[in-house]
C-alpha cells in the first residue's frame, strides 16, 4: 500500500516558467510534510516542509502547498532555473514522531530546459 | 556535502552472496538510517540505530542486519543477496527530535547483484 504517491515520474519545464510537482497520500494521520531533492550521485537534502496547520509555506523561489481535504500537496518553483534539475521526494509522517517514520514517494525528476 | 560518508560507492556482486554496507554519520551525529531505494520505488526505511542500539525497524529482511559500533559509524550486512537485492542503499545521519529532526544523507552505495 503505497501511502505517499507522486504519480509523474517525470516533468520537463522550461526555464524562468513555473514548475509544479504534485504528491498525493492516503494516510489522514499524516501532519507533516517534506520535499527533498537529488542530485545523481547525491543523497536527498532536505529542501522544504510544511505542517497541517497551514495551507501554505514559501521559501525563496519555492513554495508548498498543502490541500488537506484532497489529500493532496504540490511544491511549486518560481522562477525554475538550470540547477533545479533533480528528482523531488514528497515525504510525511506525524508531527511528533521521528524521521523514522517518514514514508517516501517515488520521485519525480525534473528536467529545466533551456 | 553532507558530512556523511557512505563506501563504497558502487558493489557489484552475485546471488548467494553476502555484502557490507558501510557509513560514517556526521560528526556529534548519534543517530543512523539505512534506506533502500529500488528501481521507480521511494525510499524504503530498513533500520535505525541510535548511540549503539537499535531503535526501530522497517522493512528489514531476516538475511538484513545492522550495527553501530561505538565510533557510532555503522555497517549494513547483506546476505544471501538475490537479485531483487539490487538497489540504491542510502545511509541517513540525523540531528534533533520530533519535529525538528531532520536527515543528512550519505550519497548511496548502489548495489548490483548479478
Known amino acids: 500500500d503505497q501511502q505517499v504517491k507522486q504519480n509523474s515520474p517525470s516533468l520537463s519545464v522550461q526555464e524562468g516558467r513555473i514548475s509544479i510537482l504534485n504528491c498525493d497520500y492516503t494516510?489522514?494521520?499524516?501532519?507533516?510534510f517534506l520535499w527533498y531533492k537529488k542530485y545523481p550521485a547525491e543523497g536527498p537534502t532536505f529542501l522544504i516542509s510544511?505542517?497541517?496547520?497551514?495551507d501554505k509555506n514559501e521559501d525563496g523561489r519555492f513554495t508548498v502547498f498543502l490541500n488537506k481535504s484532497a489529500k493532496h500537496l504540490s511544491l511549486h518553483i518560481v522562477p525554475s532555473q538550470p540547477g533545479d534539475s533533480a528528482v523531488y521526494f514528497c515525504?510525511?509522517?506525524?508531527?511528533?514522531?521521528?524521521?523514522?517514520?517518514?514514508?517516501f514517494g517515488q520521485g519525480t525528476r525534473l528536467t529545466i530546459n533551456p | 556535502d553532507s558530512g556523511v560518508t557512505q563506501t563504497p560507492k558502487h558493489l557489484i556482486t552475485a546471488t548467494g552472496q553476502r555484502v557490507t554496507l558501510r557509513c560514517s554519520p556526521r560528526?556529534?551525529?548519534?543517530?543512523v538510517y539505512w534506506y533502500q531505494q529500488s528501481l521507480d520505488q521511494g525510499l524504503q526505511f530498513l533500520i535505525q540505530?541510535?548511540?549503539?542500539?537499535?531503535?526501530a525497524k522497517g522493512n528489514i529482511l531476516e538475511r538484513f542486519s545492522a550495527q553501530q559500533f561505538p565510533d557510532l559509524h555503522s555497517e549494513l550486512n547483506l546476505s544471501s543477496l538475490e537479485l531483487g537485492d539490487s538497489a540504491l542503499y542510502f545511509c541517513?545521519?540525523?540531528?534533533?527530535?520530533?519535529?525538528?529532526?531532520?536527515?543528512?544523507f550519505g550519497s548511496g552505495t548502489q548495489l548490483s547483484v548479478l
Open positions: 541517513a545521519s540525523s540531528v534533533g527530535t520530533g519535529t525538528n529532526e531532520k536527515l543528512f
Open positions: 494516510n489522514s494521520m499524516f501532519d507533516y
Open positions: 510544511i505542517s497541517s496547520i497551514k
Open positions: 515525504a510525511a509522517r506525524r508531527v511528533r514522531q521521528g524521521a523514522q517514520k517518514l514514508v
Open positions: 560528526s556529534g551525529d548519534l543517530s
Open positions: 540505530y541510535y548511540n549503539g542500539e537499535e531503535r
